[in-house]
């Protein structure tokens, strides 16, 4: 377990990304004060997409997957799920564009998204974990740091 804060960066990006499912979650009030209609939700949700998650689906598309890539043929079929799932997300944002419906457009990128970060979390993750020695970890710790990833030493 030596390796486990190796992935941290990405898992606080994670962290955030749960916060906007509780947030935009259908019928859930705890926010209200904060967001307090459904189109400042949607204005929210399109603005944390265009300054955290398009660049976190970059960077993992770009840099985390391609150094995992070949470890075994189940992390490569989670990667190719991730990947269709970060192009699923970005539709579901942009359908927010079209001003229909929106309660529920919402409800479904808060489900969407929480059953991914799940995946990345708790299947994808362990399994990269798994699959390295703790110098591997380090290494791709330090490859992910070189790439972008700048804040990956500090949780
Ligand atoms: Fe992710």
């Known amino acids: 377990m030596a390796g486990q804060k190796n992935l941290h960066s990405i898992s606080h990006d994670h962290f955030t990304g749960m916060m906007l499912t509780q947030i935009i979650r259908k019928g859930n009030s705890v926010n209200d004060d904060f967001l307090k209609n459904i189109d400042e939700k949607v204005n929210y949700t399109i603005h944390f997409y265009d300054q955290e998650l398009a660049n976190h ?13 070949g470890l075994s043929e189940e992390i490569d079929g989670i990667i190719n799920r991730i990947v269709d799932e ?15 419906d929106l ?12 059953e991914h970060i799940k995946l990345e979390e708790r299947v994808l993750f362990p399994k990269i974990h798994e699959a390295l020695s703790d110098n591997e970890l380090t290494a791709l710790a330090r490859k992910l740091f070189e790439n972008g990833y700048e804040n990956i030493y500090k949780y």
């Open 57 to 69: 689906f970059y960077l993992e598309e770009q840099v985390l997957f391609p150094l995992v890539k």
């Open 103 to 114: 309660e529920n457009k919402l409800d479904r990128i808060s489900r969407v998204l929480e």
């Open 86 to 100: 970060h192009q699923f997300i970005t539709d579901l944002v942009k359908e927010l564009n079209f001003k229909t």
